[in-house]
């Protein structure tokens, strides 16, 4: 039974004193009228074991992984479900049965913004993919094994042969692939997702906005700002856009499935990130 004082959840990295997930969290507990704490923990490589054992102690039951721990916080797990451990990315745990297992919903939650807030559909879609890191790894993945034709495109292009070398196989036997890309199928893309840093807290495009053409669901996985330059430059093309909060209250969202067993209305979600979002911005 859950008491006020218990220990529902919490998220760990460092610096965490931006994370929007005890915002996000709270909001989704608040819909089920669940009583209990959402934490947030500054982590690192360092002290993550004691960390980890002392949520486990008090009977947390999610606990959501960021950066820099998503690989570091593997060793202390009991499981890591197929898809982490291809990624080598674990952003959530759940502790049912005592067992702490690693999930990754980076991917996952991309996709479901792209189909619930974009109108994608990702079974056969020719996808391009901008970037080669973590977040990027998740994403591709996730569209490959929705049946997506995924193309990667990475200004470090040792990054992307990586990504493809490791990640197609998955995606492949899904009936999906994931390939090597260049700019010029953004003209037959259906779905273009920016996965780089490029945008961020900046005017800059991460492609030259004239390659853009009509009817292609963009999803850029920079928040800050909302509505980046390539947004506004999908918008001008008239393309459907789809902003990285989306993917990140749809990650949240899949988290609060494996943790708690439960679906949380992503709506209350989003409006309290927005909120807090807002609220720091005054
Ligand atoms: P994340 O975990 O958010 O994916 P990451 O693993 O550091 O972060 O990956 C960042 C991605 O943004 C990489 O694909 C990076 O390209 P490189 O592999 O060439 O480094 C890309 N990126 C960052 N800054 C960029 C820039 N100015 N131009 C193009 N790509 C950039």
């Known amino acids: ?3 006020d004082n218990s220990l529902l959840g919490a998220v760990v990295g460092s610096p965490i004193s931006h994370s929007l997930s005890p915002a996000i969290y709270r909001a989704a507990f608040a819909s089920q009228s669940l009583a209990g704490a959402y934490k947030a ?3 690192d490589a360092s002290n993550i074991a004691d960390v980890l054992s002392q949520l486990r102690q008090r ?3 999610g606990l959501s992984v960021t950066m820099p721990l998503k690989e570091a916080i593997i060793p202390f797990l009991d499981v890591i479900d197929e898809d982490a451990r291809l990624l080598n990315a674990v952003n959530c745990v759940d502790f049912n049965n005592g067992v702490a297992t690693g999930h990754n919903t980076d991917g996952d939650g991309c996709c479901d913004a792209l189909e619930q807030q974009g109108g994608a559909l990702l079974s056969g879609a020719h996808a391009v993919v901008l970037g080669a890191g973590g977040t990027a790894r998740s994403v591709a993945l996730a569209l490959g094994r929705r049946g997506a034709r995924v193309a990667i495109i990475n200004r470090t292009i040792e990054k992307a042969e990586e990504l493809v070398r490791t990640l197609a196989p998955a995606a492949q036997e899904a009936g999906g692939d994931i390939v090597i890309g260049s ?3 953004i003209s037959r893309a259906g779905v273009l997702v920016n996965t780089t840093s490029v945008g961020m807290n900046s005017d800059e495009l ?4 004239n390659i853009l053409r009509r009817n292609i669901v963009v999803l850029d996985a920079v928040y800050s700002p909302m509505e980046t330059a390539l947004l506004k430059a999908a918008k001008r093309a008239g393309d459907q856009t789809v902003d990285g909060l989306w993917m990140l209250i749809q990650q949240a969202r899949r988290q609060c499935v494996h943790q708690f067993g439960w679906n949380p209305d992503a709506e209350p979600m989003r409006e309290a990130a927005e909120r807090e979002l807002a609220a720091r911005h005054k």
């Open 206 to 209: 991460p492609l030259p906005a």
């Open 1 to 3: 039974m859950n008491t």
């Open 183 to 185: 700019l010029d199928e």
């Open 41 to 43: 923990l500054e982590a």
């Open 59 to 61: 009977g947390v039951r």
